[in-house]
């Protein structure tokens, strides 16, 4: 059967559903604008650099920790109770938010990067799931499945904050994202794959997983093709989590969106992106994710020039509704294309490479947005270099010998 179990697959999409409200309103929309303007003030650029700073510490936490935590989690039998730990450690930091003050620039600096690492952390851990709900023909599109769901989750979580945002509730609106991530990822808790019984002690597991971790990498920088795919993955995925963390802060100063116009135009984005998803889903197994990898980052290379060009906040609408299309597609199409590369038994040291790559990119992206941004005085030439970014990691992918359909058409 193609998809092993229909409950499991369900209790996944929604942990993506629940996450993606802290992806939404604490990463991307509300507390980006209302840290770096409310807490720390932006006049002279110092939210900005706080933010950067914050988002690049948490991802090179997780960096140099995911390797090692997915070989912990592989010998020591405990994938599930580590998703739960990083979970736990995330919502319960992001209802400490409630209690941040203006002017408490390092404890919300503090707050924001365990947060970041909570949730960041325990995608290696999720990711790694998906092999084992779905055999490969499905893979593309239960991966897609997911990020569609995840979007639902940031449309509903977006609207819930509206009438707390406009009434200037923002601490609320914090507790409201900490309820929503509980609630919803319990299910993943209950019915995801169980945790090994006879799994190995903990200091055991680590010794066991550091080395085992270290022969993946030597296994993986071994294979031509696999190298090529996450140097290109680290490229690409620099610019987009860049324009995930940085997209609100240039919209709210470069454009002079408003708090609500921003909850509007992520909204429009959710929506694209959620389309996008799930119009693309079949196309991953049957064209290859390697095609539409290629095709979402020509459309992104494309959406980060003319940003730069933007000056007209109804343009940029149009725009930001564009590059949602691309958004999950990118996303569910890389991760599809590199389970391709995955031995049997080893997907969550493999994801754990996979994550420590994806995130050494966002350790970088927002270091170099900062700096080019106030360099110039101006948002506007950082957010063009990230075109190039989109446009090199283009450039490589089309090196890469594999990323082919999962399922033939004749079939």
């Known amino acids: 059967m193609p998809i092993k179990n229909k409950k499991q697959v369900i209790s996944w999409c929604l942990f993506d559903f629940a996450n993606s409200s802290y992806s939404a309103v604490i990463a991307a929309v509300i507390f980006p604008v209302y840290y770096t303007t409310q807490i720390v003030g932006n006049e002279n650029g110092m939210g900005d650099l706080w933010w950067g700073r914050a988002i690049s510490l948490s991802m090179a936490v997780i960096a140099f920790t995911s390797p090692f935590m997915g070989g912990i989690a592989d010998f020591g039998g405990i994938r599930k109770r580590l998703l739960f730990a990083y979970t736990t450690l995330c919502v319960s930091m992001v209802a ?44 593309g599109r239960v991966s897609a499945w997911g990020f569609g769901v995840g979007y639902a989750g940031s449309i509903l979580s977006l609207i819930m904050a509206i009438p707390l945002v406009k009434g200037g509730y923002f601490g609320e609106t914090w507790i409201m994202v900490s309820v929503f991530f509980a609630i919803f990822s319990l299910p993943a808790f209950l019915f995801l794959p169980k945790d090994g019984r006879d799994g190995l002690k903990i200091i055991h597991a680590a010794s066991k997983g550091f080395g085992y971790t270290w022969n993946t990498f030597k296994e993986i920088w071994a294979r031509k093709e696999s190298r090529k795919f996450l140097l290109a993955y680290l490229i690409y995925e620099d610019g987009v989590n860049t324009v995930i963390v940085f997209s609100s802060i240039f919209a709210a100063t470069t454009l002079g969106f408003s708090p609500g116009e921003l909850i509007g135009l992520y909204l429009v984005v959710q929506v694209t992106a959620l389309i996008g998803a799930f119009i693309m889903a079949r196309p991953i197994d049957y064209a290859g994710p390697k095609k539409v990898v290629s095709v979402s980052l020509l459309l992104w290379t ?25 958004l999950g597609t990118v996303q569910a199409a890389t991760r599809a294309f590199f389970a391709q590369f995955i031995p049997p038994d080893h997907e969550s040291e493999y994801f754990g490479v996979y994550s420590m790559v994806g995130k050494s990119s966002a350790v970088m992206g927002p270091l170099v947005f900062g ?35 999962n399922i033939k058409v004749s079939s």
Not at 104 to 131: D, H, R, W
Not at 377 to 385: H, Y
């Open 96 to 139: 400490c938010l409630s209690f941040l003050k203006e002017g408490a620039v390092f404890q919300g600096f503090l707050l924001i990067t365990l947060a970041n690492i909570g949730m960041e952390g325990g995608l290696v851990f999720y990711n790694s799931f998906l092999p084992d709900m779905a055999e490969k023909e499905y893979q």
């Open 302 to 326: 494309a959406v980060s020039i003319a940003a730069f060009f933007i000056a007209a906040k109804g343009t940029f609408w149009f725009l930001a509704s564009i590059a949602g299309l691309g």
């Open 371 to 405: 700096y080019i941004s106030s360099t110039f005085g101006s948002q506007r030439p950082a957010i063009l270099s990230v075109a190039l970014f989109f446009l090199a990691g283009l450039i490589i992918i089309q090196s890469v010998k594999g990323g082919e359909p």
